[in-house]
């Protein structure tokens, strides 16, 4: 089975500005530590890749959309 990273998109950050956008929320299935508390969406899908792991992007609860499109 592969892992999973669980992420959203940061709160206080607008698209144009050059900021990390995403956070990870949770990981399951992966042994991962992160040292970094907000990465860009290629960061994490680097590491997605290299972990074989699976990302989720979680809904914003502001809106209801999702994060990541």
């Known amino acids: ?17 050059k900021q990390p956008r995403f956070r990870v929320v949770a990981v399951s299935g992966v042994d991962i530590t992160f040292f970094a508390t907000h ?11 290299t972990m074989d792991a699976e990302l989720v992007c ?4 502001h809106d209801g959309s999702e994060a990541g499109e």
């Open 39 to 49: 990465l860009r969406k290629k960061e994490l899908e680097s590491l997605a890749q």
């Open 1 to 17: 089975m592969t892992g999973k990273i669980f992420y959203r998109e940061r709160h206080k950050v607008q698209k144009e500005m």
């Open 58 to 61: 979680l809904q914003d609860p």
